[in-house]
């Protein structure tokens, strides 16, 4: 399976949540790239964050956002 651009924007937005607290969430404004704009709304859509303009994760959201940060992690942790 190769990762399509959709899925790495949306990748790439989960990893920028703060997991050190719930109650920390990313508000995604108007005037952002309008890639960002539609990987928040498909983030919404697949539940893992509470709003289209992202706003907190969900419990699953920060699942994924966790499971993101470990393989990027491991990923990179020879660099």
């Known amino acids: 399976m190769q990762l399509n651009k959709e899925l790495v ?3 790439e937005l989960l990893l920028k949540f703060d997991l050190s607290s719930a109650r920390v ?3 995604i404004h108007s005037n952002a790239d309008a ?14 964050v ?3 303009d992202g706003g907190f994760l969900t ?7 966790e499971h993101l940060q470990a393989a990027r992690q491991i990923l990179t942790s020879s660099e």
Do not use: D, Q, S
């Not at 419990?59 to 956002?65: D, Y």
């Open 59 to 65: 419990t699953l959201g920060h699942e994924a956002a």
């Open 35 to 48: 890639e960002v704009i539609a990987a928040a709304k498909r983030l919404y859509h697949k539940e893992l």
């Open 9 to 11: 924007e949306e990748m």
């Open 25 to 27: 969430g990313l508000k």
């Open 50 to 52: 509470e709003h289209e």
